[in-house]
């Protein structure tokens, strides 16, 4: 029954800002939410299409309410909702725990070929994913003009660049 539970939640957490996030991108793009959306988005994918995906058999995933193809799709929909967000790419490439573009590629693949979303969608995604990876590259090179920072420029945990550091 854990299970049920949880996969109810997860299904109720993406038809919640599905529905939203059609109608409403900015609230989700403020800085203080973005990274978790683009976090969570990025954790779901690799969840359902990434190399430990086999695991994810159920003997009867209707009765738990297991519908991975719909629930790709939605979260596709969801990626495509905010990549119109200037922010939304880079919030996306960023994530360092659960980002990979092979895991949008394969999404990509598998959205096409059992037409879970239109072309038109499957494209904008394709897109998205693009945007993404132009996203880390442009940052590996900005990275690499500005050789080593100084400590106090810095975040202490994570040793990246700070947007808006106190001092």
């Known amino acids: 029954n854990i299970a049920k539970y949880n996969l109810q939640q997860a299904n109720e957490a993406i038809n919640m800002i599905h529905y939203f996030s059609k109608e409403l991108v900015e609230p989700f793009m403020v800085p203080a939410l973005v990274d978790r959306i683009a976090a969570l988005l990025n954790d779901f994918l690799l969840r359902l299409v990434g190399p430990k995906c086999v695991g994810l058999k159920v003997n009867d995933p209707e009765r738990l309410g297991f519908r991975p193809k719909e629930l790709l799709a939605q979260v596709s929909d969801i990626y495509v909702h905010f990549s119109g967000s200037s922010v939304f790419a880079s919030a996306v ?3 360092g725990r659960s980002y990979r573009p092979e895991v949008f ?15 038109e969608s499957v494209k ?3 897109k998205l994913a693009r945007d993404v990876q132009n996203c880390l590259n442009n940052e590996k090179g900005q990275d690499e003009l500005l050789g080593d920072l100084p400590d106090e420029y810095t975040d202490p945990v994570t040793a990246e660049l700070m947007k808006d550091p106190v001092l």
Do not use: G, P
């Not at 590629?105 to 072309?119: D, F, M, N, V």
């Open 105 to 119: 590629q394969k999404a990509t693949k598998i959205l096409s070929q059992h037409a879970l979303r239109s072309e």
């Open 124 to 126: 904008k995604f394709s």
């Open 93 to 95: 490439a960023h994530d």
